[in-house]
């Protein structure tokens, strides 16, 4: 149920012209990373900030073949 939420979110920012190669997307509380590991793919950098260094341990777990993605602790 997740995935397919996070598909649709992601598929809408690509119908509103959100996303490309040449697009940065920072996310804020980006939790274990699933909208990280979602728009990588479709943007040219992605950087993920969370309050909880848990939760970027696990966002790295997720997203650690992405050359495009910086995960950090951060207070935002």
Known sequence: LLRRATE???DRLADWDLLGPER???EIGCGVGRFVAATAP???HVTGLDLSPGMI???KARCGGLGNVML???SG
């Open 72 to 74: 950090r602790v951060s």
């Open 42 to 44: 479709r943007v040219g």
């Open 57 to 59: 341990v696990q966002a």
């Open 24 to 26: 940065r997307v920072l």
């Open 8 to 10: 649709e979110v992601v």
